[in-house]
Structures are given as C-alpha cells and as structure tokens.
C-alpha cells in the first residue's frame, strides 16, 4: 500500500502571545496498510512558543517527503523532531503517537476502514501541551480500497403475503413481496434464499429477495449488477425466472436496493415443483469483487385441476338373481386429482336422482365403491345405446339396447378439498339382463386380407387359413358368451369334441375337407386335408355355421354359410390396354365429370375398383376418395371438389400431381389381378396469386401488453375471385420477426410471442 498524502502543519511562532491556541491537522492514509505505517509528523514550536493563532487553522501542509503509502520510514530517513511539548489526550485504537518526533503510525496489524464506527471513516487523536493551553486535534480519513465482496445476507421465507407493492409486473399488475425473518442486522438464520411462488402467479410477477451488501465505500461498496448463474438447463434454454435490480439513487445511498425475482414462464406445480439456482452480485470496484447465493423457488400448488374420472361412462350388468344381498357391490369408480394435499384429496357422492337415484343406490365415500341398497332394484324400461371400447382399436362401439331391458342411471361426483373446491363427473349405467332377446350375429374375414370372397388354393397345404369367423351379440352379461360350431360332421378326432357340441352333418363338408378351430366368440376355417381330384370343381364349397350364445332361459342361435371357392394354379391376370394413363385435369372440374377409362382385354366381365394404400387412417383425405370408378365399366368420374384436395395435400411435395392404382380382377373368383397406374395432373384455373388488401400495416402499441395479444389482422385475396379467402394461408417470411411475433395460419391475425421493451 502507499501513502497518498504525508501531511503536516508547521506551527510557528506569533509575536504576539495567546493565553490559549488550538490548530486542526488533517492527514489521509488508505486502508489495508501494515503496523508501524507513518501516517504523518507533527512539527510545532519550541518550548515557550505559541502556535499560530486562528486565522490559520485547517491549513494542510506538506511535511516535505514523499512517500510511498503504506510503508514503514526507516529510523535513519527521519528527520529528527524539536523538543517534544505535547502528549496524547485520551487512547487512539488506530495510531500512536511519538511525542519526541512527533510522528503518528499506525497501532493495529491491519488498518481496516470498515472497523471505524466514525463518520466517514476518519479517527481522531488531541494532542495537548502540558505547560500551556495549546491544542492539536489531529483527523486521520482513512481512505477505502476495494477489499470486501457483497455478501447475501442469510435469509428465510416465512409467508407470501400482500405486504406491499414493491413494483409493476411485465403485464402492469402489482407485485406482492415476500417477508423474511432476521435480525436486528437483517441477517436471518437460514442458508441460501428460500422463496415460494403460487404456480397460478401471472407472467411478470415479482417477488422480493434479500440483496446483497458490500462494507466498502463508493463504487467498491455499491452493487451495480445481479446475475443468475444457472446449473438448470431449463433456466437456461428457456429462462423461468429473471432478476430485476433497482436503479433508484436513494435505495442505493442508503444500502437497500431492492432485488426481485420476475416470473418469465407460466408454473404448472403438477410438471415442476421446484428450481434451484445460483445468483451473483458485482461491485462497481476495478477490478469487480463477486458474491454468490442459491435461490430456492418452491412452486406452491392451487386448486387448478378438478378430478377426472378414469371413464365418462360406466357400464354394470347385473342380473336380479344375483342381489341376493343388501349393500350388493356392483361398481368400483375411480377418480384421480393432479393436485396435491387437500386440493388432491377426493371424496365421491351420488348427484342428481337420475333412474333408480340415490334411493335405491349408495357409494362409499373414501373408494367411490357403489353398492346397491335393495335386493329389488326398480329400473326403468328404456330403449338407449351402450359404448364399449374396442381394445384392439381403441374404437368406440354402440350397441342398441330395446325396450325389453331395464336401466337405471346414476350420477357420480368426486369433489376435492381445495378451496373452492372442484369437481367432475361419470354416469354409471346398471343394467338389469333378465332375458335374452338378440341372436348371435356371424362375421367372416377372408384371407388374404383383401379377397372378398373365401378361397383356397389347389396346392394348398392341411391347415392353411381359408377365414376368420367371429360372433357379436347385442346382449350383454351372461348372454354375450358365445360358441361357433360348424355342421361338417359329429365325429373328428382332431378336433376337441367339446367344440363339436351341437355341429351337425352338412354336405358342403361331408367329405372332412375343411375344419373349424373354435373358441368363444371365434373361430378359424381351415383346410383339413389334402385336395384331390374330385375336390377340384368350378363350384362354391358351402360350410355352414352355427353360432349359440348361452342366454337365460333360452339360448339363441344363428347360422351363416360360408362358401369356399378352389383357385386354379393356370389362372391369368387380365391383360390392360395400358398399364398406365396419365392426363391433366382442371380444378374446377364439376361432379361427375369423366376423368378417364380403364380398359382391359377379353370378353370376360371385369371388375374394378380404386385401391387404397394399406396403413391410410384418414381416408377422406387422400386422392381415391376425389374419384370413383365403375365397378364393371372401368369409368373413372370426378366425385369431390379437386380444390379440397389442393387444401388437404398443401404440405405434400407435389399437391397438383395424384397417383391412383387401379385394380382389375375377372368377375369369377380369382386372386390374379393386374393394376393400372392413372396419373392426374390438376392444373389451377387461377394464374394470378393472392394480394394483401394494404400493401403496409402500422399500428401503436403499448409496451406492457399482454402476451398473444392480437395486435392487428392482415388479409389477402386471390385477384380472380372476391370469395376464397379462406384457402389463403399466411406466414411471417423474416426469420428475426419470427421471434417476436407469430400469425395465425388461417385468419391472418398476427399475435405477440414476446414482451417490448420500447428502452
């Protein structure tokens, strides 16, 4: 360290002799130097001798030396002192003082401004004179070098309440602060920064937390900047949280400066409940001196989400017969609440009478178990529609229920305790099966997959697959199960006889050609035995089937024939004119129109149709559901707008161009088909592109509006029609715009993604 400025008064002599003098010396040393450190040598008269009168106090003189700060002179570099006539009134904690030389040193190991309790750091030291009444009052200002960092006072969040407004969010609203306990020093006793936050709290709110101090003075002990050091990679790709630090020249004077916490992101408690994160904190000292804190954020749950049922509907199937008891259990439902503690607690209870009501139905309350109260259950006797779920698909399946059956409905409610609280529904559907009034229906999959007809081949192997039959029933509960027999003999090893059960002998199967594997509700066809010659015949097998469910009291059964043709192994695909047709095609091609004709040779009847590739799930949307094709004409025909398909397919890499495969098949029974490519080409009729209605915009807008805000609609027009704005899609072609604002495809409206900042 140096010593900035060595100071000393010489104090002469006056002709004229006061009865009483007093001088002031000042001197300037900075902080951090050694023991032993001159701070100054005081001069003054010799013995007998006044000091200067008043007129010349405060004047700072040189002691003639300069220098270095900070160290230590050297016994034999002193110049010596006069005579010593004066002494130190009192104890300095800083200095010593040598009367003899007059000089004032350092008195501590390491001279420490923010240790002085003084204002402005100086310290003093009085000098007396023992034999007259003159005074020297010494001040030493100790100057401030940049030896402290900020430091994060420890704090503790204690509740998050209205204690006042501490600023404006992002969208003008007021923020809330956080209280905090500490000391009278406003240290608390925690580590860190703890501080919770609703997850319903609006973008832009704010919430206080404790700022930093520095113990140094003026730049060095000011704060000039806060920063969130983050170890969260979701703070750091999309910041949930920014820091916002006042500017106001007063709360920095006075040491409180105010740090808030802003809300970036929206807070959903039920994805993420808690961020941790560093903050830093900068002096305005050369060079800058850090200080660190982790912020915890705790994402305090509201009563955002109702309870929802694991189904909308219900369906129990309950026959008379088995209430045979009081407090029946007929039903589970189940409910779940995303939120948490109270506001995810849920209790069930029956709402609304419905059929049947609360009368003849209860529910516990904790596990939503409904039972019912009465061995007689009166149900009303109604024609409804129940759902099944298919778990296959997932498709949702409607099955007619007539008048002969007795339904009672029930209401369900599961409420939390949230405040206010929140609640969802279910209905429960109890059906009361006390007959059977549908027949079984048979279906039959053909294989392969895309045969229409049930077919084997002459070389076929025992145990090919020739169809898939399955069984549905319109009556549910007992009644539903159901078992399929074929009527090709009563008698055959090979199958189970407990599947044999009932089948009857049929002509079509005399001969054991074909055999049934049956299950409940299913059954598999399939080649029994090896083909012979007699077996190869132009004509149809004929395999009926059987189907009986086992209803009460009676059963019910269905039948259904099967036929099976042979397939010849010479047997030719049909020969095409053309194998593929390609044309143009104008989108405004009326209904009906003739696209093209698919021809083939021979005087055969053919067949044709359109082939939709396999895995479509949307099938209104591709290009065969635009066309339609004679079944035996080969005429293909307009069947949609062309310009629907322009809209559904402008995201494909070429929209005017559609591919249709064609196949053709003869009218008997064959597997041999051969397929047409039609390439359709749909030209435009419109030639000129769309153009905007302004050619600029420019609107005003504040800079604290909210978030997706619609700050202005654009529209366009194609020139050579007044009504098709609606196949007009819009974008934002700037990529830097794009970050700032988005516009909505279809309407044109475009929106804030970003919050202004007009500074």
């Known amino acids: 360290m140096k010593l900035l400025i060595t100071l000393i008064i010489l104090l002469s002599s006056s002709d004229q002799v006061q009865a009483f003098s007093e001088r002031q010396l000042h001197f300037e040393i900075t902080e951090g130097v050694p023991n032993g450190t001159l701070i100054g040598r005081v001069t003054y008269p010799a013995t007998g001798q006044h000091l200067h009168d008043s007129s010349s106090r405060n004047e700072i003189a040189q002691n003639g030396k300069h220098e270095q700060k900070g160290r230590p002179i050297p016994k034999e570099e002193e ?18 003082f040598e009367p003899k030389s007059g000089e004032i040193r350092t008195a501590v190991e390491r001279l420490d401004r923010e240790a002085i309790r003084e204002a402005n750091a ?33 704090t503790l969040q204690v509740e998050f309440g209205s204690i006042g407004e501490v600023g404006k969010s992002a969208g003008g609203s007021s923020g809330k602060v956080l209280a905090y306990c500490t000391d009278g020093r406003g240290f608390g006793p925690g580590l860190g920064l703890n501080v919770s936050v609703v997850e319903s709290a609006a973008i832009g709110t704010r919430i206080a937390l404790q700022s930093a101090r520095d113990a140094d003075l003026g730049e060095n002990g000011t704060i000039v900047e806060y920063r969130i050091i983050s170890e969260d990679s979701e703070q750091e790709q999309q910041p949930v949280f920014s820091l916002v630090h006042s500017t106001d ?93 109270r506001n995810g607690r849920i209790s069930y209870r ?47 399946n409607s099955s007619s229920i007539d008048s002969k059956s007795r339904l009672c409905v029930i209401s ?55 169809a898939v039959v399955t069984v549905t029933d319109e009556d549910y509960g007992q009644t539903a199960a159901v078992r399929i027999a074929d009527q090709g003999r009563e008698d055959n090893s090979k199958v189970d006889q407990a599947a044999e059960r009932g089948r009857q002998t049929s002509d079509g199967n005399s001969a054991d050609l074909f055999r049934l594997e049956s299950g409940q509700n299913f059954g598999v066809v399939r080649l029994n035995r090896p083909l012979t010659n007699e077996d190869l015949t132009n004509q149809p097998f004929r395999i009926k089937l059987i189907a009986t469910d086992n209803g009460y009291p009676l059963a019910r059964q269905a039948h259904r024939t099967l036929q099976v043709f042979v397939l010849r192994r010479n047997e030719t695909a049909p020969q095409l004119h053309a194998e593929a047709i390609e044309l143009h095609l104008r989108d405004d091609a009326p209904i009906g129109a003739l696209v093209t004709v698919v021809r083939a040779q021979g005087a055969e009847l053919m067949n044709f149709s359109i082939v ?4 479509t799930v949307d099938k209104s949307s591709n290009p065969e559901a635009f066309f339609r094709i004679g079944e035996h004409s080969g005429v293909i025909t307009v069947a949609r707008s062309l310009r629907d ?77 007044a009504d098709n704005s609606s196949q007009i899609s819009y974008s934002i072609v700037e990529s830097a715009a794009r970050t700032m604002f988005a516009v909505r495809e279809k309407t044109g409206e475009i929106v804030l993604r970003r919050h202004l900042d007009r500074e």
């Open 612 to 615: 939709t590739p396999v895995g």
């Open 350 to 396: 029956l709402s609304g009478a419905g059929a049947g009501g609360e009368e003849q139905f209860g529910i516990w309350t904790e596990n939503g178990t409904i039972f019912a109260k009465e061995r007689n259950l009166n149900c009303s006797r109604t024609t409804a529609t129940t759902s099944t779920v298919n778990p296959s698909t997932g498709d949702l």
């Open 79 to 96: 110049e010596p002192g006069e005579q010593a006539q004066f002494r130190l009134s009192g104890q300095c904690d800083f200095a010593s």
């Open 645 to 721: 398909i322009q809209q559904n397919r402008k995201n494909s890499a070429s929209p005017r161009t559609h591919q249709l495969q064609v196949d053709v098949r003869t009218a008997r029974p064959s597997l041999k088909s051969a397929r047409c490519a039609v390439t359709i080409h749909i030209d435009s009729v419109r030639r000129r592109p769309p153009v905007f209605e302004k050619k600029q915009y420019s609107i005003e807008v504040p800079e604290d509006i909210a978030l997706q805000s619609v700050l202005l609609t654009v529209r366009a027009l194609y020139q050579d029609s």
């Open 412 to 466: 369900v409610e599961a409420q939390d305790d949230g405040e206010p609280p929140l609640a969802g529904h279910a209905f429960v559907n109890v059906w009361l099966t006390e007959s059977n009034d549908h027949d079984p229906v048979i279906h039959f999959r053909m294989y392969p997959p895309e045969s229409r007809f049930a077919s084997i081949s002459e070389a076929a192997q025992v145990g090919d697959t020739i």
């Open 122 to 154: 100086t310290f003093r030291m009085v000098l007396v004179s023992p034999g007259h009444a003159n005074i020297i009052t010494v001040h030493v200002h100790v100057l401030d070098i940049n030896d402290n960092q900020p430091v994060f006072p420890s």
């Open 249 to 341: 020249s007063t709360a920095t004077t006075s040491g409180n400066d105010l740090l808030l916490l802003e809300l970036q992101r929206e807070l959903d408690r039920e994805t993420r409940d808690f961020y941790v994160f560093n903050i830093s904190a900068a002096d305005g000292g050369d060079p800058p001196r850090f200080g660190y804190s982790t912020v915890h954020v705790h994402v305090l749950d509201t009563n955002d989400n109702a309870p929802k049922f694991e189904r909308s509907h219900y369906e129990v199937f309950v026959s008379p017969n088995s209430l045979d008891e009081i407090n029946h259990q007929l039903v589970t439902v189940h409910a779940r609440d995303a939120d948490s503690g």
